[in-house]
Every structure is written in C-alpha cells, then in structure tokens.
C-alpha cells in the first residue's frame, strides 16, 4: 500500500491539531486544580480556588520559558533527543520541587516591598493574585516571542507593580530594586565570560593539537572532574539548600572527592577505548555526552527545587493570609501546592518547553558537544561565585550569557583566523609565489599546532612580509560581519535582551492594573 506524500496543507493542519491538543491539555489541567481545590477548601474561601488556578498558570509557564535554559545546549549539541531532555528535565523538575522545595516559603519574594505597609490581608490577597497572573501572563508572553527571561524578575515585578498599586511608592524596597538591576549586567557576563574562557581553554589544549586523541585523554577526565566537583557543591549549596544547610568549605571538599573518583573512571574509560576515539572534534565531542545528561538532570533538579517557588510562593502567601486572616513573612507550603507546582513545572515543558528549547539549543548560535560543556560549566560556577560573593544574579541571564559568550568568541576567533589567512595570502601574492607553494604553506599553517602557528607568522612579520597592512581595514570590517551573521545571530540576540529589559516593568504594569481590577470587582 501506497500513502500519499505529505503536503503543506496536511503538515499545517497536524500542526493545528497537536496546538489543540496541547491546550486541551493545558486548560484540562488548569481545570482540574480548579475542581479539586474547591472541593476540598472552596469552603476556605472562593478566592483561593482562583489563586490556585493562578498558580497552576504560573508554574506551567516558568516550565515553559526557564527549563530551557538547564537542557537547551545539550539539545542544540545533539548529546540527547528533544523528547529524552524533556523527559529527564520533566522528571527531575518535579523531584527538585517535591524533595528539596523546602517546607516553608518567604511570603514577598526577594523583600522587595514591606508587607507591614499593605492596609489589611484581604488588599494584601489581592496584591498577591495580581502579582501571580501578571507574572504568568508575561512569561507566556516571551514564551510566545521566543524570548528566555527570568522567572524571578516576572514574578518580582508582579509584587513591585501591584504592591506600588496598592500602599503607594514607600512600599517598596528601592536598594534591593538597585541589585535586581544591576544582575541584568553582572549575571550575563559572568556566565558568557567564564563560557568563552573555559572554550578557549578547551581549544588551546584539545581541538589546536596535532593529534586530538592524546590530548583529549590527557585534558577530558580533568574537564569532567571539574564538572563533577561544580555541580556537586552547586547541588549542596543551591538545589538542597531548603532541606539541609552545608557550608561553602564542606561543599568544596564533597565536590572535590566525588570530582577524583570522576577523573579516575573517565582516565579509566577513555585508555581503554582509546583506538576506538577518532582523530578529529567528532571524536572528542563524543566524550562529552553522557555528562551533558547528567548536567541537564542535575540543573534541572537545583532549578525545580529553587524556582518552583516562583509559582508556589504567592499561592502559598494567599492561602497563609486567607487562613489565618494575616500577614506573615514566612509561610507554610501545603503539600497540594508543592505537588501543584511541581506537576506545572513538568506540564508545562512537556507542552510547550521545545520552543524556548530550540531558541537556547540553536537559534542562537551553534552549539557542539564541547561547547555546551562551557555553558554547563558556566552556569554552575557563576551562581557558586556570586552567591559567596553576595552579587546578585539570574541564573536565566547567566545560561543565556553563557551562550552569547560561546558564540561571541567563535565569531572573534573564526573572524581573526580568517584575517590571518588572507594576510597570507596577500604576502605571497606580493612575493609573486606559485599557486602550489601558497597551498603548501597554508597546508602547513592549518596542520600545525598553535605554538607553531605563533612562530610561522613572527617569522613572516620579522622578515617584514606581514604586517598590519597585509588586509585593509575595509576586509576586515567585511570579514567580522560575515562571522557575525554565520555564527551569533544578532536579531535572537536583540531580542532577548529588550525582554530581558522590560521583563520587571512589564510585569509591574500589568500587576497594577490587575490589582485595581480585582480590587474594583471586590470592592461593594
């Protein structure tokens, strides 16, 4: 039997068809919370059964936006599946929210407004339901516009603008407003710095050298050490901090043994299947990919027990105020919604995470195997630095920035080689060279490792053969957008940061003009 070829017709009707089904899915979900909610504490207040169907929103988008960032570069590098990451960041989204979510909960995220100055807990309820819903209606939003933002600031922006709605300017906490800020500079450049330091360092001593093999099994168990030790004390510090507190000393040492046990078996492994590595980046990449899988689990846990309370925090406020009919600081989190939370943060990936996977995996810029290792690594030792060092950071803008940092410094590195080699070619077209001694030389060029490279060209420039001026201005100018447009692709690039820009005032207005919309509804 014969089927008929696929058409654009049919294609864009599966597509039509899976975009309902998802939210059938969606809205089936949002429902049910809904059902079981008033079923079980309608009789609490009405107004809670909205909040929780608030919350389920809001979980089901941070799974969607922000649970790309831990599994999208080992996607675009190919180390694991579409559907094998969004299973493993599923799984243990849920289990960092269930296990290491902590049982109670700070009631204003990050102290950003003093609760103390809202007029009584019913406005303080409202304040907190507009807070929610406008933190989820824009992370839906920059889902949609294919922009990863933080989870965090939208939910921050959501108490600043409904808390300013309701008790005025004073209520908020302008110096902690000055370090969320400033977190929009320092987070992303210390993750794209540590990510291009850590590639260049990978260059230098694999993918320069004359035969790659050696010097993988030299530098790749050393490189997987170094992972195991980071995400083990990133682990101890951040994804268990709710359920047991170890010391940035216990950590380190706790890091550094498991990472010793880590070298020796990968030393083990790659000399025993030594013949079996080729010779080239495909080969080294190879070494690579069971520890992106483990770095995507790993992440995914720390994010699910952290930021799960970006959707569970405010529910957990309402339902603290609404029961004891006060203010808290702190407050208890039922186990209905941590199981709330943590059922929309695996939801909402599954439905809806490939989009914002694919932008992080490959939109961009692209990403191999040993790239993503940078990122990875990036991602763990900015937020174990400046959580000691008391800076303030997005762990968003830290997996995003360490994208950029990856694909900016291909694009100076591929930019600066190619300038080399046009200066070449122009020194021996002065010289009126052969075709064929040209070819040589650049053969050799290419083949050699890079402190053989470093003295083919001073001899060239102590001969006076090659000099600035070998490439004018203009060329390289020509050449540096050519990479830019190949290699970092600027309309991705200007995107994410204008969102990443707008994400607390935007969600600060909508906050506002949902408080006074709920308040307008509840008022007689």
Known sequence: MTYPPTTPASAGSTQHGLSLLRL?????????????????????????VVAAVFGAYMAMNIGANDVAN??????????MTMTKAIAIAAVFEALGAVIAGGDVVGTVKSGIIDPTQVADAQTFVWLMMAALLAGALWLNLATAMGAPVSTTHSIVGGVL???????????????K???????????????????????????????YQIDLTRAAQRV?????????????????LKG??????????????????????????MSRRIGSNLAQISNDREGVNQLFTVPLMFAAALLSFAHGSNDVANAIGPLAAIHDTLVTAA???????????????????ALGLALYGPKLIRTVGSEITEIDPMRAYCIAMASALTVIVASQLGLPISTTHVAIGAVFGVGFLREYLKANYDRILQ???????????????????????????????????????????LGPTAISKQERKSLRKVYRKSLVKRSVFMRVIAAWIITVPASALMAAVIFYAIRGAMLP
């Open 161 to 175: 603008g409904a808390g300013i709605a309701a008790s005025g300017w004073d209520v908020a906490d302008w110096n």
């Open 423 to 465: 200066a070449i070619h122009e020194h021996h077209l002065d010289q009126e060279a052969e075709h064929h001694v040209v070819e040589e030389f650049l053969q050799a060029f290419r083949a050699a490792p890079v402190p053989e490279k470093d003295r083919m060209l001073k001899t060239l420039k102590r001969e006076g053969k």
């Open 24 to 48: 059938a899915i969606a809205l089936g979900f949002v429902a049910g919370v809904a059902v079981l909610t008033w079923a079980s504490l309608g009789h609490i207040s009405l107004t809670l």
């Open 177 to 207: 407003m000055g370090q969320i800020a400033a977190s929009w500079v320092i987070s992303p450049l210390m993750g794209g710095l540590i990510a291009a330091g850590t590639l260049y360092g990978i260059k230098r001593s694999i993918t």
């Open 70 to 79: 831990n599994v999208g570069p080992a996607v675009g590098a190919k180390a």
């Open 240 to 265: 268990l901090s709710q359920v047991v507190k170890i010391g940035l000393g216990l950590a380190l040492v706790l890091g550094a043994a498991l990472g010793a046990a880590v070298w020796y078996g």
């Open 327 to 345: 203010v808290s600081d702190r407050a208890a989190i039922p186990g209905w919604i941590m199981a709330l939370g943590a059922i929309g943060l």
């Open 220 to 236: 790749v168990p050393v490189l997987i050490a170094a992972m195991a030790w980071a995400f083990t004390t990133y682990l101890l």
